[in-house]
């Protein structure tokens, strides 16, 4: 019976353990995950998502309060085009994130940074070649690029020294997102060195419309492989989105994957950065409490719980100390969303907002339980402790779980 540690992942020079843990923003993969896929020896991705509120959490730094202080004075404008990111905080904050979480590396692993260019930030080119440059000066080993994938970011850091030297991923949904990609960088003489192939059983963003439970993961998967063997093209294919088991994980192998790239399993782990009551949340998860919906700014959908506290709250926009997801002219479809009901109820004490939500604020606070399709099998991972909780695994028992198991079997932790 083949197992996932009968395989190992070759990129460039180096043979890896083919289990890669997926960027969760806003920390919820954190360094400490992170930091043990890497020291077992497969790929551990922290997030870029909201990094100086990350920074100003993880080594009590105050960049969040300085932006704030800074445009007080248009917390009630509408009107939010002044609020701008400080491009050296924004390179400082990604500099310690990153720089840190790389001197605490271990083993023959390897970390990787999410960067979601969703993440427009009122300046979406400057803002992105910050993080992308100051990620690369701290040390980082590779680049994921998620959510909403423009065509140039590559070109944005072709100068750096490093540039040749971190390995860079995707991430996409289909064959012609990939196709688009390759094309628009051929000129640059610089393919990723991955490509995450992500389905729609995957939590966060889903690269899908609404129309997500037509498409599946082996098809794109397998399309996509063909296509690259027809140009000759090696780079290595990484499956996500539903892989639950390690048995999963070798289906996908076999067929010529390199390695799987898997997240929902790790947010009940004790590492994970989710406070230990939203990890009981996923693990009670029943099927019908899952949703897909477009509640999120970005106007992709979202997969997430539906007793999300975030879900339906008309929170006031914080874009002055958040404003992750102002657009380049600093829209964000929350505002329009939260202005209208605030035309409709003026005197209101609190508002709901039923059709969008302010996902920086409620991403920060770990009031948006977003999470993979397979959720709800959670429970059956680990044992129910006296006390009516689920036990917390550690990420190294669910990494190992993945690469031992063979026929689908799933080891609960050692009572
Ligand atoms: C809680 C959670 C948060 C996520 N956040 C992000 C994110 O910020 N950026 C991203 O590209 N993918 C994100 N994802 C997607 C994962 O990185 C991964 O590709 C996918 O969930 C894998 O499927 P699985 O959860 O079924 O294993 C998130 C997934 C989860 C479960």
Sequence with gaps: MKK?????????KQELVPIMTGGMGVDISTAELALVAARLGGIGHISDAMVPTVSDRRFKTGFVKEKQKKYKYNVANRDKSDVHFNLERLAEATRLHVGR??????????????TMEKLTMNSPRDTLRVRLSAAMDAGIDGITLSAGLHLGSLALVADHP????????????SLRALQLFLRKNARLDRLPDYIIVE???AGGHLGFGMDWAQYDLKTIVDEILRHLKQEGLNIPIIPAGGIFTG?????????????????TRFTVTKECGLPDKVKQEYFKAREEDVEVNLLSPTGYPMRMLKRSPGIGSGIRPNCEAYGYLLD??????????????LERHPDADTLSVKDKMCLCTHMRNFDCWTCGHYVYRLKDTTR?????SYELLTAEHVFNDYLYSTEHRIVLPVA
């Design 4 to 12: 996932v540690d009968d395989y190992r992942f070759r990129l460039g």
């Design 101 to 114: 979480t790389m001197e605490a590396k271990q083993g023959d692993g390897l970390i990787f940074i999410n």
């Design 162 to 173: 490093r540039f040749r030297d971190v390995k860079f991923g995707i991430i996409v949904s």
């Design 199 to 201: 389905g729609p059983l």
């Design 247 to 263: 048995t999963d994980a070798v289906a996908f192998l076999d067929a010529g994957a390199a390695a799987v790239q898997v997240a």
């Design 328 to 341: 380049g002219s600093g829209n964000c479809s929350y505002i329009e969303a939260y202005n209208r009901e």
């Design 384 to 388: 129910r402790l006296p006390d009516g």
